[in-house]
Structures are given as structure tokens and as C-alpha cells.
């Protein structure tokens, strides 16, 4: 991640919690807290419900590969922290990646060059023509 860093004090965790602000979808849960750096620090929590160390650690690592892969289209200055929830064990890493891309445009931080670039795409694949 060349734009971001980890979030790994329990501190830094409980303060995104408590004053940042948080959407949902079926897969991930968001939380935003806005910071006055020029990084993004990411956190990502897997809890046991998902699954056993194996499934966690894949949870895991789709999901800092799906925002690795997009970290670019993110406003800066945040600090994120991303739950995964129990139903996003079985899913691939599309799935979690749309999951992710979607809370970003909730949120509003996802820049509008993509949201641009996805209507571009959607418009040279019609075939209605």
C-alpha cells in the first residue's frame, strides 16, 4: 500500500469507533474518522464469528488486497477501520471488492474520477445500439 499504513494500536481502533462515522453493507461495516494527515491508515477487523485463523486470515487478506488494488480512487487523510462480517467468509474477492468500493461511495470518499470512469465503462459495454 503505497498511499496508506496500518492502524494496529487498540487505542487508535477505539477512537475510530467512537467518534467516527460508520455504514453498513452485507459483507463490511465502514468506519470513517477524518485526520490531518496526507495518508490513509487502515485497519481491518476479522472477529471469531467468521471463522477459524485460516478464514480470518483470507477474510483478511482479500480485503487489503481489494482496497491495495483501489487505494488510489480514496480521498486522503482518513483513518478507516473495516469489520468484516460473518457472510463475508464465503465470498470471492469481487464480491468483497464491489463491498468495499460501495461503502467508500456512501461514504463519500471515493473520488468522483472513478464514478466517471465506471459510467464511461458501463456506457462502451452497452449493446442496446
Known amino acids: 500500500m503505497i498511499f496508506s499504513e496500518s492502524l494496529k494500536k487498540n487505542s487508535d481502533f477505539q477512537r475510530v469507533y467512537k467518534k467516527g462515522k460508520s455504514y453498513a453493507n452485507r459483507y463490511l461495516i465502514m468506519y470513517i ?20 485463523s485460516v478464514v480470518r486470515h483470507r477474510v483478511t487478506r482479500l480485503i487489503r488486497e481489494s482496497y491495495r488494488l483501489n487505494e488510489q480512487k480514496f480521498v486522503d487523510g482518513l483513518d478507516l477501520v473495516i469489520v468484516a462480517r460473518p ?7 469481487f464480491e468483497i471488492e464491489s463491498a468495499l468500493l460501495h461503502l467508500g461511495r ?18 462502451s459495454t452497452d449493446l442496446s445500439d
Open 106 to 123: 456512501i461514504h463519500g470518499i471515493v473520488e468522483k474520477a472513478d464514478r466517471e470512469e465506471v459510467k464511461k465503462n458501463e456506457d
Open 33 to 52: 474518522l477524518k485526520q490531518d494527515t496526507q495518508k490513509n491508515r487502515i485497519g481491518i477487523s476479522v472477529s471469531k464469528k467468521v471463522g477459524n
Open 87 to 93: 457472510c463475508a467468509k464465503e465470498r470471492s474477492f
